[in-house]
């Protein structure tokens, strides 16, 4: 494990969800239950470029017959994004919330993790249920842009919010139990989870 990985592994220990390794060397994921529109964080630490990709892994899955007008969707979602972007794996059906974390030229900090963690769990709960919405049909692709740039500026204000919020809840965990990583040095042991993915 180098450096650069267990440097992200003790930021987030203090994190308030429970981050898994997996398989792959290089992924820290994190169920989310309880999440509507969300069904996992997926951190991709590259070492030898010191960054961390965070993906917000939507649970629609996208029927191959909608697939190219979900794809057109995206593009207007995307130019509502400041802080990260959709990306869409047409051959999967498949949508995840990607933002990336650059320390190259600055520390790596829980306050500067909890902002993409915020911005991917709004942006997925803010426009995945209006793809939703497409998919199943109840409005047109037209119909559904409009909505898009109704959300756009409530769903940035509340980033902010559900930042801080973050921070808040991981500044309530106890230290003893911070300092046991066990969890986020071992596979993955919860059903369903999985990076078998792209991204």
């Known amino acids: 494990m180098g450096r650069f990985m267990r440097a992200v592994i003790e930021v987030l220990a203090y994190a308030p969800w429970t981050f898994y390794l997996t398989d792959s060397p290089r992924h820290l994921v994190a169920p989310l239950p309880d999440m509507p529109s ?3 964080f997926i951190v991709d630490v590259r070492e030898d470029q010191r960054q961390a990709l965070v993906h917000t892994m939507a649970r629609i ?3 191959p017959e909608k697939r190219p007008s979900v794809g057109s969707l995206l593009h207007v979602v995307n130019s509502q994004c400041s802080a990260g972007s959709f990306d869409f794996d047409i ?4 949508i995840a919330y990607r933002s990336q974390i650059d320390v190259r030229t600055s ?8 902002s993409h963690f915020a911005n991917g769990l709004v942006a997925t709960e803010a426009y995945i249920p209006i793809v939703e919405d497409v ?3 109840d409005v047109t692709v037209e119909q559904a842009a409009q909505e898009i740039e109704r959300v756009a ?3 940035e204000a509340l980033a902010d919010i559900v ?4 921070v808040r809840l991981s500044g309530l965990r106890d230290a003893d139990d911070c300092s046991d990583k ?10 369903d989870v999985s990076t078998d993915t792209d991204y």
């Open 91 to 94: 051959w999967q059906g498949r």
């Open 107 to 114: 520390a790596l900090t829980l306050e500067r993790m909890a």
């Open 153 to 155: 500026l409530a769903a």
């Open 163 to 166: 930042s801080a919020d973050i």
């Open 61 to 63: 899955w996208v029927d």
């Open 135 to 137: 998919v199943s049909g």
């Open 38 to 40: 969300c069904s996992m």
């Open 182 to 191: 066990s969890h986020l040095m071992a596979e993955v042991t919860e059903p």
